[in-house]
C-alpha cells in the first residue's frame, strides 16, 4: 500500500516549515506508523537538525536522475520508526533540478516503504516546489503571524493553483485572462478570477476550471502565536481566501510560540524527545491528530462563488441574535481592517474601501428590524431554517423552512426521535437513529467537524476495530453530538464505555482531551 504523502510549503522561509515537518512526523512514529522525512527544500536542506540527526553524507540529488533508488538515501533519525532523506547542499546542484526532475522524485515517494511520507519544502515559488506540493496527497501551509508571511502564502496558494490549472490542460484559459490585465491585479491570477472570466466568456472550461478549484483545498498551520489573535488569525486567513482567492483553505491549527524550539535546535534535539511536556508539543499532537483525521476521498461540497448574502458576510446565522451580529460586526471589521494581517496582499485601497462599504449595508440591514424582515423574507421565501439544537428539541429536518416542518410526507420518511433520558446508553445505532430522525446528513456532520466520513460510519456502525485510539475517538463523540445538540459529556462516557469494553487492550484516553 503506497504510503500517504505531505507537502509542507508557504512561499517564504523561515517560518518553521522543516519544525512542523519533523516532530509532526516523530509524533506520527509515536503512534506506531512508519515514517519517511524528506528534506525537498532545493539548496538550502536543514530538516535534518530538527529531526537530530547529523548531516548525512548522501543526499536526494542522487535519486533525481533515477539513479539511486529513494530508499537506499533514507538514514535512521535516532526515533523508532523515523527515517530521513537528506536534501540537496550544493547551490549549483540545485539549478538542476528541473519539473521533470522533481515529478520523477514525487513518483518514488510513493514507493517509499512507510505508512507517512513528510516532505518539507523549499521558501519560495519555483516550479520544482510547485510540483512537489500539488504532487502530494495532503498540502499543508505554514506561515507566521508576519504581513510579509502571510502575503507570500497567499501568493504562494495563487501560483500552486496556477500550475495546477496548467498540469490540467487549462494553458489557453489562462492566457486569454493574461491578455485582460484589468481582471486581476498582478502576478498570478487568483482561482475566482479565472472562474470569473470563463464565466463572463462562456468558456467551454467552466466546468474542468470548476473541478480543479474544488480539488484543491491546502491546510494552514499558524506558527508562532503568541496572542489570542494570532491564534485566532488561521481562521481569518481560511475565511479571507477563500471570499478574495476562491480557494478553500482549511484551517487545521496553531503552534504556540515557545523558547523550547530554540532551546532544542540549538542542541540538535527533535522539539518532541527534547521538550515533550512543552505547550508547543501538545499543539503538534492536534496537528498531527488533525492529518490523521483528512479524509482523502473527501471533496469539498460548496459553490466556488462565495455568497453574497449579508449573513455570510458577517459570518453569522439566519437566526442570530442583534447581539451576535454586534460581535460578529466587530470581529470582521478587525479581520478587513486596513492593518489587518489576514488581507495581507489580497487588497488594493480602492478594492478594501468596497469592502466596507458592503459590510455597512449588511451591518446596518441586519440591525433594523424592519429591515432584516424584509430582507429575510426576500432571502429565504420559505421561512428562516431553523437551528439544528432547535431541531433536536422540535424534531423538524435540519435547514428545512419552518413553515413546512409539518409536513406529513417529509416526517414519515424519518424514523422516529427515540426517548432520551438521563439514563440514556449512547451507541452507535442510537447516536445514528438520532440523526436521521432529525434529518441530518452524516455528510454535514463530516463537512462541520472536519472528520473522515469512514471515521464516523465506523463510529456509527460501533466497528471498534476501524476507529483510532480513545483519544480521538472522545473528539470524535464531542464533535458529532455537538452537532446534534447533544449532551456531549453523557454521549462520550457512555459509548467509550462501550468502546473500552470491545477494545480492552486499547490504551486509556487522555480524560483532558
Not at 7 to 33: D, M, Q, R, W
Not at 164 to 181: Q, S
Not at 415 to 433: C, D, K
Amino acid at each position: 500500500m503506497a504510503p500517504r504523502v505531505v507537502a509542507i510549503g508557504g512561499g517564504k522561509g523561515g517560518v518553521g516549515k522543516s519544525l512542523v515537518a519533523a516532530n509532526v512526523g516523530i509524533f506520527l512514529a509515536t503512534l506506531g506508523k512508519k515514517v519517511v522525512l524528506v528534506d525537498g527544500a532545493f539548496g538550502a536542506a536543514n530538516l535534518h537538525v530538527f529531526a537530530g540527526v547529523a548531516r548525512p553524507s548522501r543526499s536526494l540529488y542522487e535519486a533525481l536522475d533515477n539513479k539511486v533508488p529513494l530508499a537506499d538515501l533514507a538514514v535512521s533519525a535516532h526515533v523508532p520508526g523515523v527515517r530521513l532523506v537528506a536534501g540537496v547542499y550544493d547551490p549549483p546542484r540545485t539549478a538542476d533540478v528541473s519539473v521533470a526532475a522533481a515529478r520523477a522524485l514525487a513518483a518514488q515517494l510513493r514507493d517509499l516503504p512507510a505508512d507517512w511520507v513528510v516532505v518539507d519544502l523549499n521558501g519560495g515559488c519555483s516550479a520544482p516546489t510547485l510540483e512537489l506540493f500539488l504532487a502530494a496527497d495532503v498540502q499543508l501551509l505554514v506561515a507566521v503571524p508576519d504581513p510579509t508571511s502571510i502575503e507570500l502564502m497567499h501568493r504562494f496558494v495563487k501560483d500552486a493553483f496556477f500550475a495546477r490549472v496548467v498540469a490540467r490542460g487549462l494553458g489557453e484559459l489562462l492566457e486569454r485572462l493574461r491578455r485582460e490585465p484589468k481582471q486581476h491585479e498582478g502576478g498570478a491570477p487568483s482561482a475566482l478570477e479565472l472562474y470569473l472570466a470563463a464565466v463572463a466568456e462562456r468558456a467551454p472550461e467552466v466546468e474542468a476550471l470548476r473541478d480543479a478549484i474544488l480539488g484543491f483545498a491546502p491546510h494552514l498551520v499558524i506558527n508562532c502565536a503568541r496572542s489570542k489573535s494570532d491564534m485566532e488569525l488561521g481562521r481569518a486567513v481560511a475565511s479571507v481566501g477563500r471570499r478574495r482567492l476562491g480557494t478553500p483553505v482549511r484551517y487545521l491549527g496553531h503552534l504556540e510560540y515557545d523558547e523550547a524550539v530554540w532551546a532544542s535546535t540549538r542542541r540538535r534535539r527533535p522539539l518532541l524527545i527534547e521538550h515533550p511536556e512543552t505547550r508547543i508539543a501538545k499543539c503538534f499532537e492536534r496537528i498531527a491528530r488533525g492529518l490523521l483525521a483528512i479524509d482523502l476521498s473527501a471533496r469539498v461540497d460548496t459553490d466556488v462563488l462565495p455568497s453574497d448574502s449579508h449573513y455570510d458576510l458577517l459570518e453569522v446565522p439566519p437566526t442570530a441574535s442583534f447581539e451576535d451580529i454586534r460581535r460578529a460586526n466587530r470581529r470582521i471589521r478587525d479581520v478587513y481592517g486596513a492593518e489587518s494581517i489576514a488581507i495581507s496582499g489580497l487588497y488594493d485601497p480602492a478594492a478594501l474601501e468596497a469592502v466596507h462599504r458592503r459590510l455597512d449595508l449588511a451591518y446596518t440591514t441586519l440591525m433594523d428590524a424592519a429591515k432584516r424582515k424584509e430582507y429575510d423574507q426576500e432571502l429565504f421565501p420559505d421561512g428562516v431554517p431553523t437551528p439544528i439544537a432547535q431541531q433536536i428539541s422540535e424534531n423538524v429536518a435540519p435547514s428545512r423552512p419552518a413553515a413546512k416542518v409539518d409536513d406529513p410526507a417529509t416526517l414519515a420518511a424519518r424514523p422516529p426521535m427515540p426517548e432520551i433520558g438521563e439514563q440514556t446508553e449512547f451507541s452507535g445505532p442510537l447516536l445514528r437513529q438520532i440523526r436521521e430522525a432529525v434529518g441530518v446528513e452524516l455528510r454535514e456532520i463530516a463537512e462541520r467537524s472536519k472528520i473522515g466520513m469512514a471515521y464516523l460510519q465506523a463510529l456509527e456502525a460501533e466497528r471498534f476495530g476501524k476507529l483510532p485510539a480513545a483519544v480521538y475517538v472522545r473528539g470524535f463523540l464531542a464533535e458529532y453530538a455537538r452537532a446534534l445538540g447533544l449532551d456531549a459529556e453523557r454521549v462520550k462516557r457512555t459509548y467509550l464505555e462501550r468502546y473500552r469494553a470491545a477494545r480492552p487492550s486499547s490504551e486509556p484516553d487522555d480524560e483532558s482531551a
